[in-house]
C-alpha cells in the first residue's frame, strides 16, 4: 500500500482526542493518518491518554479503534478504566478491539526477530472493522526483546515505514523518566522522536507531599501549538489538561446589576454592591472577620433565591454555621433548604488543580449563582506554589463564564506588614473588587478596620470604616481621627460622647442667645415704636403751633382793617405809588 498523498503547502488536518484542554493546546488534537509518540514515567496517564482517545473516536467521532497492549493484560486495563464511565464493556464488543501482545515471561528468542508478523496481524484486524485510530501501548516493552541498538534501530525504522504507509492515526506510547526525558539519546526508541509527527511528554512528579502532573506538546509539524507545560489531573472522566491561557472572559456577560455584599452600609460605600458575575477579593489578617463577610454575602445571597455554594479550607460547614450565628447571620435554614452547600475542603486531596477540578464540579453540580471560596489563598500551600496563581485566574474566568459571582477571601502573614492581597499568590491584580481588612491595637484594645482598595467600574469611599460585630449583626462605623490619629473602639466611643456633650452645650448656648437676641430685639421694637410715637406727636404739635400763629396774624389783620374803617380813617397808600 503506497502512503497517502499530501499537498505541498498543506496543514496536516487533525483527530480530536476529546481530552478537555489537550484539543486546545494542539488546535484540534493530534495529526490526522499520521504518527505520535507519548512519552511518559510510570502512573503518567499514558494508558489513560490512549484509552480517552480511542473512546471519543469511537463515540463522538464514528471511528473504530484498536488497542494493542504489549505491557498489561487488555481484560484489567478494562477493569481500571471502569471508573471513568466510558463503558468499555459495550464499546469492546463494537467498536474497540484489544489485542493482548504481551511478551511471556519465560519466553526464548531463538534466530531473529522483528515486527513483520505483529504487524501483518494489526492490519487484518483494522480492515476487518474498518478502524482509523490505533494505540500502541507501551511499544518499548517489544523493543526491549531486540539484541542490541542496531536491532532497535532496525525495528523502528521499518515500524516507522509501516506506518508512513497505512492511513491509520497512531498512537504509540512508550515509557520514560524524568532523566531519559531530558535526555533523547538514552532511551533506545529515543530516535522515534525524530521521526514521528507529534511528540507529547507526560511528567508526575511529588513536590512537597503533593502529586504535580504536567503535560507539554514537544513537536507537532506543519501546525502551530503551545509548546509551555499545561497542568493536567485525572479526573472522574479521564484526563482534564489545564489551558494556561484564560478562556472565557470574552464570552462572559457584562451587566450593571449589583448583588448586595450582605452589609447594608458597604453596599453604600460601593456604590451599590458588588457587580453581578464580578470577582471579589477580602483580604486580611486572621480574625479580621474575613469568614464574616464571606458569610453575609452568602446569606444575602440565599435571601434573593440564588444558589450559593460555600467552600472552606479553615473549618467544617458545622462550624462555620454556629459562629456566624453569633453575629446574627442565619444560614443553618439555606443548607436545610439546600439554597446552600456548605463544603469542607479541608477533606480534599491532591495538588491545587486537583482543587480546582473538585470546585468546578461542585459549583456546576450545584448550579452555583454564588462562589465563596474561604480562603483562596490556601491553593499556594507548599508543592502548589508555581500553580496556583494559574488555578486561580482560570478560576475566575471559568466563574465569569458561567455567570457566577465569586467571592474570594485570602488570609495574610501575621508576621509581615506587607498588605498585597492574596500575598503569597498575588492576586489581587485579578480581582474585580478588593476589600482588606486589618487590625488597630489602641489603648489595650484590637479594633477591626475595613477600606475599599479598589473595585472596578463603580466610585466608592476612600474611606476606612470601623468593622463591628455583635449579636445585631455587622456594622460599619466612621472612625475618627484626633492630632492625625485614627480612633475606634472605646477611643472612638469616648470622642463620639465628647462630642455629643459639646454639640448639646453648643446647643444650649445657641438658644440662650437666641433668647438674648429675642430680648433685644423686642426692646428694640418698642423703642422704635416710642420714638414713632413721640416723632408724630412733634409732627402735630408743629402743625397745631403753625396753624395757631397763621390764624392769630389772620385775625390780627382783619381787627386792624375793622378799626380802620370804624374810625373812617383811609386806606394805606401803597409803596409804589
Known sequence: ?????????????????????????????????????????????????????????????????????????????????????????????????????????????????????????????????????????????????????????????????????????????????????????????????????????????????????????????????????????????????????????????????????????????????????????????????????????????????????????????????RNLASVGIRLERYVKNKCLRMVSARTMTGSAETYLGHIRALATEHRARCLVIDPVSALSKPGNELTARSVVERLIAWSKAQGITVLCTSLLDEMSDRMEGGAPLQISTLADTWIHLNHLVQAGERNRGMSIIKSRGTAHSNQVRELILSDAGVTLADTYTAGGEVLMGTLRWKKESADRVANEVSEVARKLKGVRLDAEEAELEVRTKSLQVELVAKQVEKALSARTTESREGELSRGRTRMRELRGADAAVPANR
Open 1 to 321: 500500500m503506497k502512503p497517502a498523498r499530501i499537498s505541498p503547502g498543506t496543514a496536516p488536518t487533525k483527530t480530536p482526542t476529546g481530552i478537555v484542554g489537550f484539543d486546545e493546546i494542539t488546535r484540534g488534537g493530534l495529526p490526522r493518518g499520521r504518527t505520535t509518540l507519548l512519552v511518559g514515567g510510570p502512573g503518567s496517564g499514558k494508558t489513560i491518554f490512549a484509552l480517552q482517545f480511542l473512546v471519543h473516536g469511537a463515540q463522538e467521532c464514528k471511528e473504530p479503534g484498536i488497542f494493542v497492549a504489549f505491557e498489561e493484560a487488555s481484560d484489567r486495563i478494562v477493569v481500571n478504566a471502569a471508573s471513568f464511565g466510558w463503558n468499555l464493556g459495550a464499546l469492546r464488543r463494537r467498536k474497540i478491539l484489544f489485542m493482548d501482545a504481551q511478551p511471556q515471561p519465560d519466553l526464548l528468542q531463538a534466530g531473529d526477530f522483528d515486527l513483520r508478523g505483529m504487524m501483518a496481524a494489526i492490519e487484518a484486524q483494522a480492515r476487518a472493522i474498518g478502524a482509523k485510530r490505533i494505540v500502541f501501548d507501551a511499544l518499548d516493552i517489544v523493543l526491549a526483546l531486540l539484541p542490541d541498538a542496531a536491532a532497535k534501530r532496525r525495528e523502528i525504522y521499518r515500524l516507522h515505514q509501516w506506518l508512513l504507509e497505512r492511513e491509520f492515526t497512531w498512537l504509540i506510547t512508550a515509557k520514560a523518566g524524568s532523566d531519559e526525558i531530558s535526555s533523547i539519546g538514552l532511551q533506545p526508541f529515543g530516535v522515534m522522536r525524530f521521526m514521528v509527527d507529534c511528540t507529547v511528554i507526560l511528567n508526575h512528579s511529588v513536590a512537597f507531599g503533593v502529586s504535580q502532573r504536567n503535560l507539554r506538546v514537544q513537536k507537532y509539524r506543519g501546525t502551530a501549538f503551545d509548546e509551555n507545560e499545561s497542568p493536567f489531573l485525572i479526573g472522574k472522566h479521564g484526563l482534564e489538561v489545564a489551558v494556561e491561557r484564560t478562556t472565557g472572559r470574552a464570552d462572559a456577560t457584562v451587566t450593571n446589576e449589583r448583588v448586595s455584599s450582605g452589609v447594608e452600609r458597604l453596599d453604600t460605600m460601593l456604590g451599590g454592591g458588588y457587580y453581578r458575575c464580578a470577582s471579589v477579593l477580602i483580604s486580611g489578617f486572621p480574625g479580621t472577620a474575613k469568614t464574616t463577610l464571606s458569610g453575609a454575602f452568602a446569606e444575602a445571597a440565599c435571601k434573593r433565591g440564588e444558589r450559593t455554594l460555600f467552600i472552606s479550607f479553615d473549618s467544617d460547614g458545622t462550624e462555620i454555621i
